[in-house]
């Protein structure tokens, strides 16, 4: 008994048959590997941007005042306007075609930026990546909500994201390996090769998509999954779910209920308490303050992200058990205020700024955790489920598409006085945010248990008793 417990614990929901085991040990060797290491490729690019930048990109493009936030600010546009449109092309086009193609036009695009001349046409090339990279979030985050159970899915989310961050981590690691190795090689410089490694690494793991990826349950001929597995696949999932041919009521059942403006909502607030990582805060920190050579200005960093992995691997595993998801987000709201508190006294002592930063990298933790969140409220719908999905990270990137321009403009380091005090505010806002999401579902939940009770003693009245049935039927 107290193995099966550390175990549910470690691993989620425990499966109820062998069948069943098997299925899950599948399932996550293969979605879990393709869209782990799709999301590292990812979160990789994005990082080598922001590690290219303190590495020699400013200089040799003459980058001037805000155009670092201008590159990330495009980016993010592109991402807005894929958002929507490529959760709902996982609607018509299989998913192991979709994911691999967009992962294809964006290594391309990262071999591209390899060879720019100025910041103008890196601009251009951002805003191409942001629309074929927005795939990949949103749209992992269906497929794993389509494949695994409420208590299943918070660790897997995890996971997911880690890899991400694990992306971002190693991304620092390599910019210095090839800032030391390549730099000058070929007549390239070192920021240059940095792109050209990621487009090698990305262009294999597409491939990879290709050959393995299953679809959703419904529509999934993978090879390695036998006709038994294929039908528990559903069986397990789709006892309550509503299935909808795509067509304009679903714009009607999204816009009248809550869930689509309450999860987004959520997110589009919260998802700015990872501007600290986002923004390589402690980079332009450690960049502005002098004293520190482009080695460590790549490396110290990654401690954020290594917290940030922790906590979400800690967090997830600790949902899936309790099945409560707010508390991750109070815990990520209490660790970012501590951080801007401690960044916002700028009399505090290095060392103190060196614990703020990592310590912020609690932020990360709840973006698995929010996403698992909306799956488990929105599981009886799958289109709604796309969109609302699609449309939380859509609304945090247009707030995100102005936010760091506003709060944390590289002119404002190493200080960032504005951004500390915005971070208070945003996980005050937070928790709100988080408050009015747990008290509508559970409000969904009273009332769809209510309605449930009445049509149970509605059918209990209409049904005759097994007595008046019997009953032989008098002459008139």
Request: with cysteine.
């Amino acid at each position: 008994m107290r193995w099966q417990t550390v175990r549910q614990f470690l691993w989620g929901e425990i499966p109820s048959s062998k069948l069943e085991r098997r299925l899950l040990l599948k399932l996550d060797w293969f979605i879990l590997s393709y869209c782990c290491l799709m999301y590292f490729t990812n979160y990789l690019d994005r990082a080598n941007v922001n590690n290219a930048y303190v590495s020699g990109m400013k200089q040799e493009l003459n980058m001037q005042g805000n155009d670092f936030n201008k590159i990330n600010t495009v980016f993010t546009c592109g991402y807005i306007v894929g958002m929507i449109p490529n959760n709902l092309m996982l609607q018509v086009v299989p998913p192991r075609l979709w994911f691999p193609s967009m992962q294809i036009v964006w290594g391309v695009l990262t071999f591209c930026s390899s060879s720019v001349h100025n910041v103008q046409q890196l601009y251009a090339i951002r805003f191409f990546q942001g629309v074929s990279e927005a795939s990949t979030f949103v749209g992992t985050h269906y497929i794993l909500g389509s494949w695994y159970k409420p208590g299943e899915l918070g660790k897997r989310s995890g996971i997911f994201t880690s890899s991400g961050l694990a992306g971002t981590l190693f991304s620092g690691v390599l910019q210095a390996a090839v800032y030391q190795h390549l730099g000058g090689v070929g007549g390239r410089s070192g920021w240059r090769w940095l792109f050209i490694i990621d487009g090698v690494i990305t262009l294999p793991i597409a491939i990879y998509g290709f050959l393995v990826f299953p679809d959703v349950p419904s529509t999934t001929k993978a090879f390695y999954l036998n006709e038994e597995e294929r039908a528990l696949s559903q069986d397990r999932l789709d006892s309550d779910v509503v299935h909808h041919s795509l067509s304009w009521d679903l714009a009607k059942r999204v816009l009248s209920r809550w869930r689509w403006y309450g999860c987004s909502l959520l997110f589009a607030i919260s998802g700015e308490t990872e501007s600290f990582g986002s923004n390589n805060l402690m980079g332009q920190w450690l960049s502005a303050m002098g004293g520190y050579t482009v080695e460590q200005v790549d490396y110290y960093p990654s401690g954020v992200t290594a917290f940030g992995i922790a906590s979400t691997l800690v967090c997830a595993t600790w949902t899936d058990y309790t099945r409560a998801r707010w508390p991750v987000l109070v815990y990520m709201c209490f660790c970012c205020t501590v951080a801007a508190i401690c960044i916002l006294v700028w009399s505090s002592p290095t060392g103190l700024k060196f614990f703020a930063y990592y310590f912020a990298g609690a932020s990360y933790a709840g973006q698995a955790t929010t996403f698992a969140w909306a799956n488990q409220i929105c599981a009886d719908d799958y289109q709604e489920r796309a969109v609302v999905l699609a449309s939380m990270n859509m609304w945090n990137n247009a707030v995100n598409a102005w936010w760091p321009l506003l709060f944390y403009p590289a002119t404002d380091a190493p200080r960032f006085k504005k951004g500390m005090i915005a971070m208070i505010c945003t996980c005050a806002a937070t928790l709100g945010a988080t408050w009015l999401v747990w008290y509508l579902e559970r409000r969904e939940q009273r009332l769809a248990k209510r309605k449930a009770m009445e049509h149970v003693n509605q059918m209990r009245e209409d049904s005759p008793s097994p007595i008046e049935k019997d009953k032989p039927l008098k002459d008139e």
